[in-house]
Structures are given as C-alpha cells and as structure tokens.
C-alpha cells in the first residue's frame, strides 16, 4: 500500500512538474529578462547591468525613465487603445462568424464532421506570411475583394463608417488589417466553440420544445450559456495574440492602424533603445494578464458549480 501510494506521489509530480518547468524556462525567465532590460541603462549596444559589486560596495542601479515616458507620452496610450480596440474588433467578428459555422458543424452527421474539420484547420497547412500577402492581393488596386466591394458600392458606405481612408482604397485601413486579423485567427475561435458544442446534451433541447419553448429561445436559454465556456477560451485566443500583432499591422494596415507591436518593433531595431521597448513590452503583457485572470477566475467557478 505505501508502494503504490509512493508511486502515485512520484507520478502526480512528474505530471506537474513538466509544465512548470516548461513555464519557467519558456514564459517566467524570459519575461524576468525583459523586466532586467525595462530598468537598465542602455550602452553602445548592450545594457548595463543591474547589479554590480566594485570595490566592496554592492550596487543596485533600476532605471526606470521607460515606464515614466510611456506614462507622459500620449503615443503610447493611443497605441496601447488602438491595440485593444482592434483585438476587440477581430475577437468579436470571429464570434460572429464562428459560433454559426461551430454549431452547424456540432450538429453535423458525424461523418461529416471530420472533412469540416479539416476546412477549418487547413489554413494552418500553409505558411502564414503567404495567407497575409494573399489578402494584401486581393485587397489592393485591382484585386478580386477590391473590385467586388467597388463595384457593388460598399467602398462609399466604408468610407462613411470611417474603415477606410476614401472611397476605392481598401488597402492601409483599418479595414483591411481587421479582415486579415479576423481571418488569420477565426480557427482559433470555432475549435473551443465546436469541442463544447459537441459534447452538449441534446436531450435539453428535446425538453425545453417539450415545455414549448421555440428553436430560438432553447438556443438562448440553453445553447448560448451552455457553451459559454467555449466562448470565453475562443475570446482569449483571438484577443490575446492579437493585442501584440505585428505582422498583419505592417503588411496590412497603414499609419491610421498603428498597434503595440510595431512600436515594439521599432524600439527595439530602428531606435535600438531595448530599455524602453522591453518596458512597453512589459506593460502590453500586464495588460494581456487581465484578461488571463478573469478567465481563470470564470473557469475555476464553472468547475465549482460543476462540483
């Protein structure tokens, strides 16, 4: 008995400690790297370091001009408020096209529902930056999604919702980057929404027409709050990586769409001042944690009202 009961022990920390230590080693010491950086001095082309120990005397020197210029700098927080308000842009789009397109796969024959995976995950067979360049493609002068929006006149009405910057241009806009971004991300919200879905019981379905309740109102009484689970895992998904996008923003978007990762970028490259980049990195990621927390927080009271 104390055997088995040793093993058990042994084995339940093994499963534990291979996260952790991944954890650590791939998101913890980084971001301890890139807080030692936010409050260094910058040399020629490296940072001092915090810690020295001359003559005797140990030394602690934390800088930390980076985050009081983020704080005085309005670029900063127009940036940090166009970051979310894009990322909050893309997540809700993926929701509204992925819920319907998750449920109708639920609810598929099962026979299907392999091949339908397999359409939602194919983007992931190509390579990223071709997806983004193909959209820059059919997005810009003469391209196929340019000329049907030109031709059927949704250009005039973009324009006068301020998405682009005038009437025929689709390309630079805030239009375009959140048509890249919703597209380059919509798998990662209709995989959690289809896991839910699928696992839900239709029997409740059966009941709730049996009390004589209609199609919609089952699916709002009962669908909807079933898998809001899944709703809440597919928001993080999209919203997280796409508060720090990069790479849609410089290929699709223009100067009116300018995001944290770009200036992320040019910080740390064009004006190679790692102190202040690696101090608007830090900031982004407290800013991504929030999020994070409210979802743990949603999830371990889900499991508790499980229990």
Request: charged share 15%; aromatic share 14%.
């Given at each position: ?19 952790m230590v991944f954890l650590l080693a791939f998101f913890l010491l980084p971001f301890a790297i890139v807080g ?166 239709l029997r409740l379905l059966e009941a709730a027409a049996d009390l004589g309740a209609t199609p919609w109102v089952?699916?709002?009484?009962i669908t909807v709050p079933l898998s809001k689970a899944g709703i809440i895992a597919g928001a993080m998904l ?70």
């Open positions: 008995m104390r055997l088995r009961l040793a093993r058990h022990i042994r084995g339940r920390t093994v499963v534990v400690a291979v996260p030692q950086i936010s409050l260094a001095d910058m040399e020629d082309v490296c940072c001092k370091d915090l810690v020295t120990f001359d003559g005797g005397v140990l030394r602690i020197a934390l800088k930390f001009a980076g985050y009081a210029f983020i704080a005085d700098d309005p670029l900063y927080l127009r940036t940090y408020v166009s970051s979310l308000k894009y990322a909050a842009a893309t997540t809700l789009l993926c929701l509204a096209i992925g819920y319907p397109f998750a449920y109708f796969m639920a609810r598929a024959e099962r026979a299907v529902q392999p091949a339908l995976l397999m359409l939602v995950m194919l983007p992931f067979w190509t390579s990223f930056l071709l997806r983004v360049y193909a959209w820059r493609a059919l997005l810009a002068e003469h391209g196929w999604i340019e000329q049907w929006v030109v031709g059927s006149g949704l250009d005039t009405l973009l324009h006068a919702l301020g998405l682009i910057v005038e009437p025929g241009q689709l390309l630079f806009t805030p239009f375009s980057l959140v048509v890249g971004m919703t597209y380059t991300y919509l798998p990662f919200m209709v995989l959690p929404l289809y896991a839910h879905l699928a696992k839900m019981d089952a699916f709002w009484k999209v919203f997280i990586p796409c508060v720090g996008e990069f790479v849609i923003p410089e290929l699709l978007g223009g100067p009116e769409t300018l995001m944290i990762g770009r200036v992320i970028w040019d910080e740390f490259f064009a004006n190679n001042d790692w102190p202040l980049a690696s101090s608007v990195a830090i900031v982004m990621v407290l800013l991504i944690i929030v999020p994070l927390a409210v979802f743990s927080k949603y999830q371990a009271e889900a499991e508790e009202r499980v229990r």
